[in-house]
């Protein structure tokens, strides 16, 4: 399993992005997916999460109601659009693949920044 994550970069507060994650491998369907992310000198946070079939959702409070998780199976990509950004979700975000035995697959990481 490989992820790639794509779509970091610069945003005003208020802004909006949108994080791309292609994973290479078998089976994508079965694999919960996540994102994380990560400030430095602190432990990495999860985001979001979607279940393998894309039914269930779930996000960190500090995020809802601004930040979408989706996933399309066929193309085997997950994504996080980001909305009313501000400073403190300044981060590097990880994607992660879940799967049934607990392994966690990681991408290398998209930096965030929320700056004006």
């Known amino acids: 399993v490989q992820l790639v994550e794509s779509g970091g970069g610069l945003v005003q507060p208020g802004g909006s992005l949108r994080l791309s994650c292609a994973f290479s491998?078998?089976?994508?369907?079965?694999?919960?997916m996540r994102w994380y992310r990560q400030v430095p000198g602190k432990e990495r946070e999860l985001v979001a999460g979607?279940?393998?079939?894309?039914?269930?959702?779930n996000y960190v409070d500090s995020v809802k109601g601004r930040f979408t998780i989706s996933r399309d199976n066929a193309k085997k990509m997950v994504l996080l659009q980001m909305n009313s950004l501000k400073p403190e979700d300044t981060a590097v975000y990880y994607c992660?693949?879940?799967?049934?035995?607990?392994?966690?697959?990681w991408g290398q990481g998209t930096q965030v920044t929320v700056s004006s």
């Open positions: 979607i279940t393998s079939v894309g039914g269930d959702t």
């Open positions: 992660d693949a879940h799967d049934n035995w607990g392994l966690d697959y």
């Open positions: 491998g078998f089976t994508f369907s079965r694999y919960y």
